[in-house]
């Protein structure tokens, strides 16, 4: 399962990257907001760390306006994956700059449905968003394991990219369902490591080799 890093914060990308932890990277009008900068010099600076896909959204509402946004993030580097709202208008969007060759993630996508149409128009991503579906007592892993059924089930090749992903359990039920491509905030993709029982067995090895009085270097 790929990883993606859903972020427009420059260092934690790069701290991540630096650890092979990055195949890409997902980012939203949201977190262009929290990340304070100029969506097109922030997306360029990530593009310039990170060699996998970036989305980068647009944020018309209708196709015509959609597609003179797409075109233009797509100038900005050839990993650029242009993002699309899940509607009629997204969808041309979708069709329109896949058969020119640029990479699509179809996003807030919340049946399958909806996945079938993203697949459909061409999207080379489709974001279902699992902890959304959470937050209002559905179960958005169910929804990933529908939508790699129905994908298996016809052979379309646009990757389940699971969006909204908010816990490591999250993370874990992704790679079990078999979702191609995760996008987590940094927080999470750290907290991947985290297991008590490794924290203790060093202490203990550190304890013992304090013993031992020898030295490696
Ligand atoms: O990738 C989509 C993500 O940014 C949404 O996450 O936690 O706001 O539902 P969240």
Redesign the pocket.
Known sequence: MKFFV?TADVPAIAELNALGMVDGV?T?P??ILKSGRDILEVTKEICSIVSGPVSAEVVALTADEMIAEGRKLAEIAPNITVKVPLTWDGLKTCKVLSDEGKMVNV?LCFSVNQALLAAKAGATFI?P?V??LD?INLDGMELISDIRQVYDNYGFDTQILA????TVNHVTQCALVGADVM?A?PSVIKSLINHPLTDKGIDQFMKDWAKTGQKIL
Request: no cysteine.
């Open positions: 859903d997902t939203n949201s977190l996003t974001s968003f902890g959304r937050d969006a909204s992903i908010r996008t905030p």
